[in-house]
């Protein structure tokens, strides 16, 4: 069962962590790649995303493809995970298998696996948008927008339709007029990881 938080509104909001791209451009097995966290603890690319997603939003869900060599450690920190069957057809195939998997009546937080740096306070206020009636909630860094970002219940049945590598960010192309604006002090909502030299 997907735990999701909740507001006096009761829109309950449940969190998913894309997880099941293939790392080309780094050469493969990026999510695996231990990187340094807070208290000198050292955790995969993966694992510590999953890690501040999970803090806000307990018991979410990771989309993987098969054979992924982290499954385990996902379970491990609470996740509930999906292995997507589409997952070769791109990032599009993989949300919207995320998204059928997740309760009716829940909105969203839709995190990427590869952007383990974003604070945990910046997923929250994500999360209380969305708990709080934003259509899509999204952070932005000195006028760029960043991730992750939130959807409303309203918007499951136009998710669930993504395929290949068209992302969310082609619903948010036609709703522009429904974002909700997160300003933050948070560079990190911008950065990724897609080749070794991310990491330096």
Known sequence: MIDATQSAAGIPVAGLLLAAGQGTRFGGGKLAVPIPIQGGERLAIGVAALRNLAAVLPGPVVVVHGGDPLVADYRQEGARVVVAERAARGMGASLAEGIASLPRGSGVVVALADMPWIRQATIRLVADAVARGALI????????????????????????????????????????????????????VLRDVDTPADLR
């Not at 860094?141 to 992302?167: C, T």
């Not at 429904?178 to 560079?187: H, T």
């Open 137 to 188: 909630a999204a952070p932005y860094y000195r006028g760029e927008r960043g991730h992750p970002v939130g959807f409303a219940p309203a918007f499951r049945r136009e998710l669930e339709s993504l395929d290949h590598d068209q992302g969310a960010r082609a619903v948010m192309a036609a709703r522009r007029d429904a974002i909700v604006v997160i300003d933050v002090d948070d560079p990190d």
